[in-house]
């Protein structure tokens, strides 16, 4: 048995994460302090020595679990608690059937949801966990998970994992209290885990209604671009971990966005100018 | 109890799953993910009264092996399409053949590659018109590639450049090194068409081959799926006329009498297989295997690697001549 056990709930998806060091599981507990604990997990995380003698000498965490990939790097155990997040996030990409998952953030208000997805760097963490300071419930930043049945999103509240000067951007939001972890020279760079308002947590089995997409791209001078379903479906096919192995359900799920939801791409210099056009296109466009 | 036993328990009988508290669930769980029976697991459980945290877990377990079914099928069919022109028989082994052929073993189960036998004097054949269907090598050693071809039972893995699906193109059911000889001649004549042109292996066959897969091929790894395609087989087969007297002649016939007995054995003492008068006596050599084959700890571990390396050996040892190993395990030594 590992010797040191977290689980925890978020949202609809039970985790058990077992690690043969201290580190990452406190650290777990105390960014995840307040979240459901459940009895039986969806999925189990394993953060083992990658050699046997590596639990001691020059600690060296093997992720691995109910799914693994055999080639996947070990992390320091400095980066305990990047090998715990990832170890969960592969978990869900290979292994959930029950949602369409999208690689996206999300925000909701009145009950509607924007949906936020880009490439790695894109900026979807910031402007989520931005939003999320300025007026919208926080859905989730690294996974958007879509139900088969009814095309509602369900929350998927987990820490925002801020990479470089975004940490600072949060901390001049005023949500300085809820920079949990500080962990330097990740391979994606300073990372800095953003615990969710109490909000997003309390309400996070409380479904909301896609209502528009959004493709964001920090850096560039503002500028909005429509994005036609052809391009929009095979951007959301690119951002699904599972659309493939889902068959006929997930093509069904991700065909219903496309054509239910206007989508626009962004581009901002800034996080005001960022939230001034989500809030504008929300106006005028979500359904 | 350890964790395996626990999914060996719940697979021979699913009542006893409604006993389990939440450890026990999780256990349960996370070894029949780590053994690959977790599809088979969920239909075995499909109608018995489930708690709330573990029925979405079964249902998304089904709802992949269904996919994986549908995959593995597809994929039968593009090769039958790659190789139809040639006119040669081409027969599923496995997974790929119980779904094909709608036995029950496919029942939830995980498949993955694509395993066919064909005829030996076809293979060169075969190889070309898999490569003129966009199938690749996957291997691009030299020391793999010859081993492969002088010695092994299959060509080098092959994978589809598109789909990203390996096929691997069996002539015979045991390696060329090992100590018995399959009469591989037999196994094709005695194959039986599908509908779509397609062959599986007669159901005495299938036996010998999931006996040599698990024994004389392999260091036990994925022993209770395998055991558990032999007790479903046997008991899907066992009540044909002439099936026992069948099964023994083409056991002594491909030489894997041996195999063949401890599988039904081992398959009667973990999942009651109704072969013998009453559970097995097992021996110090069976218990010992028994207890690789359930090595597996309720987070998903297989912890007993001594074990796991004695039988690592004896599997190499099994498929090949002693000049020949040193020479094997020398090579694959210096190369690490």
Redesign the interface.
């Known amino acids: 048995?590992?010797r040191h056990v977290a689980m925890l709930r978020v949202g609809?998806i039970?985790f058990?994460v077992?690690s043969a060091w201290k580190g990452p599981t406190d650290a777990l507990r105390r960014l995840y302090a307040g979240y459901p604990v459940?009895?039986?997990?969806?999925f189990?995380v394993?953060l083992e020595p990658q050699k046997r003698w590596r639990r001691w000498i020059a600690p060296s965490v093997a992720i691995r679990?109910?799914y693994q990939f055999v080639g996947a790097a070990p992390l320091s155990l400095a980066h305990g608690l990047l090998a715990a997040e990832m170890g969960m996030n592969l978990q869900m990409a290979l292994?959930?059937?029950?949602y369409l998952l999208l690689h996206a953030s999300a925000v909701e208000r009145d009950g509607r949801a924007v949906i936020m997805t880009g490439h790695s760097g894109a900026g979807k963490s910031t402007l989520a966990a931005l939003l999320s300071e300025r007026g919208w419930r926080f859905l989730g930043d690294e996974f958007v998970l879509v139900d088969l049945v009814t095309g509602q999103l369900r929350p998927f509240p987990r820490a925002v994992s801020l990479k470089n000067e975004a940490a600072a951007v949060m901390r001049a939001e005023g949500a300085g209290d809820r920079l949990l972890f500080s962990l330097d020279d990740t391979p994606k760079g300073r990372i800095t885990y953003l615990r969710p308002d109490d909000a997003a947590i309390a309400r996070m089995d409380e479904t909301a209604r896609p209502a528009l997409i959004l493709f964001p791209r920090f850096g560039d001078a503002q500028a909005v671009r429509l994005v036609g379903p052809a391009e929009v479906f095979v951007r959301l096919t690119q951002a699904s971990t599972n659309y493939v192995?889902?068959?006929e359900p997930g093509f069904d799920a991700l065909s219903a966005l496309v054509r239910d939801l206007p989508a626009r791409a962004i581009d901002y210099p800034d996080g005001d100018s960022a939230v001034a056009l989500v809030e504008r296109l929300w106006a005028e466009l979500a359904r | 109890m350890t964790s395996a036993t626990i999914l060996v328990r719940a697979l021979r009988d699913p009542a006893s799953a409604t006993a389990l508290d939440?450890a026990g669930?999780?256990a349960l769980?996370?070894v029949a993910?780590?053994e690959s029976l977790i599809g088979t697991l969920a239909h075995r459980l499909a109608d018995i009264p489930l708690?709330p945290?573990?029925s979405?877990?079964l249902?998304?377990a089904r709802?992949?092996a269904e996919?994986v079914g549908?995959q593995a099928l597809w994929e039968a069919e593009m090769a039958r399409r790659a190789l139809a022109p040639l006119g040669v028989p081409v027969i599923l082994l496995k997974g790929t053949a119980f779904a094909a052929a709608g036995l029950d073993p496919s029942i939830g189960r995980s498949i993955g590659d694509l395993d066919i036998l064909v005829p030996r004097e076809a293979i060169d054949q075969v190889e070309s018109a898999l490569k003129a269907a966009g199938w690749e090598w996957v291997k691009d050693d030299a020391y793999d590639d010859a081993y492969y071809r002088r010695w092994m039972h299959e060509l080098p893995p092959l994978i589809h450049k598109d789909r990203d699906r390996m096929i691997d193109v069996h002539h015979t059911i045991l390696p060329m090194t090992a100590r018995q000889t399959p009469d591989a001649g037999a196994l094709v004549s005695a194959s039986i068409a599908l509908p779509d042109g397609l062959r599986i292996l007669a159901p005495a066959d299938m036996i010998v081959h999931a006996a040599c897969h698990l024994f004389a091929d392999g260091d036990l790894a994925g022993g209770l799926r395998n055991l558990w395609d032999v007790d479903r087989l046997l008991r899907q087969f066992g009540n044909d006329p002439g099936f026992w007297s069948t099964l023994a002649e083409r056991a002594a016939l491909h030489e894997m009498e041996r195999s063949v007995h401890l599988a039904m054995r081992l398959s009667a003492h973990l999942y009651g297989t109704p072969i013998l008068q009453g559970a097995p006596r097992l021996t110090l050599f069976e218990r010992l295997i028994v207890r690789r084959i359930q090595a597996r700890?309720?987070?998903?571990?297989a912890p007993h690697p001594f074990t796991r390396l004695g039988f690592y050996i004896r599997s190499h040892w099994l498929r090949m001549p002693p000049t020949m190993l040193a020479r094997h395990l020398w090579t694959k030594l210096r190369k690490r």
Do not use: E, I, N
């Open positions: 048995m590992s609809p039970a058990r077992g459940p009895a039986v997990p969806d189990t394993r679990g109910d292994g959930l059937r029950r192995t889902l068959g | 939440a669930w999780t769980l996370t993910r780590a708690p945290a573990v979405p877990t249902a998304d709802a992949s996919t549908r700890d309720g987070w998903g571990r």
